[in-house]
DNA sequence: GCGTCCAGGTCTACC
DNA sequence: GGTAGACCTGGACGC
């Protein structure tokens, strides 16, 4: 029998502007049923387990009906503040763009806040899956990972591997297997640094360094460059990075530039002015047409 | 059907 | 520190 948890929700909160944020949702052990304005997910417990449920939006809480006999409450009210960052202030954000009359509907909709996963592990693995290739083979690999080396539920449906899962298996399975290609190297190292605890990703969500130091520090796993090392910083909460990408790039140029390339340079001194915010108000700045 | 290009980049060797 | 070339994959596109 499903239970049904009520997580109160800040009034700066828009539950369909945060699932709409970017592409996560689309990924593993995401689904998102836009329709329906809900969102799947496999929260995984303290045993491992896997967690099937569903997050929807009623009165201004979140309800998340868990398909399981048994979980952890406490823990999993934790996930979920986390994923949908309910105990972020975004004041700073709504500040710097008050008077800019392209970024009003931000604040309209309640706008900002980046959907992530219930750990910087998964948003780490993931991450590294959206370089160099394209949205479909991102979902592609971050599917067969959960599939094949994910715990899975009763009902069949699995959580993201543990990095002691992915630890487990060699080389030649994440290129095979997985379809990770030149990223396999990648995938075992990582797993394995975090399984032995050589690297703690979950300690960047408080780490005391300086952004740029964190970003250094994000940059020693192999695969994290320029690009992913902005990523994962705006999902731990630091938006000085635009994280440019070949995609950032293409709606800058289309929305600011006639269409035509300029330089990242260029990029960066069109949102100088916004701050340590600046890389979630280039985030916002391109991606108005997906928040409805 | 086949070949080419490129996509939500990064690493390494070399200068 | 800057840069060229290699790296996997799969979908889109032109022929």
Redo the contacts with the bound molecule.
């Keep these: 029998m499903p239970k049904t948890l009520t997580i109160a929700t800040p009034k700066s909160f828009s539950f369909i502007s945060t699932i709409s944020s970017?592409?996560w949702s689309?990924l593993a052990p995401f689904r998102l049923d836009r329709e329906q304005r809900r969102v799947n997910y496999v929260f995984r417990g303290p045993d491992g387990s896997a967690l099937p449920a569903v997050i929807s939006e009623n009165g201004g809480k979140l309800n998340v009906v868990v398909d399981a006999v048994t979980f952890d409450k406490e823990l999993l009210v934790l996930d979920v503040r986390h994923m949908f960052r309910l105990d972020e202030d975004l004041t700073g954000l709504y500040e710097v763009i008050a008077d800019d009359p392209r970024l009003a509907w931000v604040v309209e909709r309640r706008a900002g806040r980046l959907l992530r996963s219930r750990s910087v592990f998964e948003d780490l693995v993931k991450t590294i899956c959206?370089?160099?290739?394209?949205?479909?083979?991102?979902k592609?690999m971050v599917s067969n990972l959960v599939s094949k080396l994910g715990t899975s539920s009763l009902g069949g449906e699995s959580a993201f591997p543990t990095a002691e899962a992915m630890a487990s298996v060699d080389v030649n399975f994440y290129?095979?297997g997985i379809?990770?290609?030149?990223?396999s190297q990648y995938f075992v190292e990582l797993a394995a640094a975090v399984a032995q605890g050589t690297l703690e990703p979950e300690d960047w969500l408080n780490s005391s360094l300086a952004t740029a130091e964190l970003k250094k520090q994000m940059?020693m796993?192999?695969?994290?460059?320029?690009?992913?090392?902005e990523?994962l910083l705006k999902l731990v909460g630091r938006y000085e990075g635009l994280a440019l990408?070949?995609?950032?790039r293409?709606q800058f140029y289309r929305y600011h530039n006639n269409g035509k390339k300029c330089s990242d340079e260029r990029i960066a001194g069109h949102y100088e002015k916004y701050g340590d915010w600046r890389g979630l108000v280039i985030w916002c700045d391109m991606t108005e047409k997906w928040i409805v």
């Excluded at 379809?179 to 990223?183: E, F, I, K, V, W």
């Excluded at 990408?245 to 950032?248: F, G, K, R, V």
């Design positions: 970017h592409g689309d959206t370089t160099n290739c394209s949205w479909a083979l991102t592609i290129r095979a379809r990770a290609g030149y990223r940059k796993v192999k695969g994290v460059g320029d690009y992913a090392a990523n990408d070949s995609w950032l293409s």
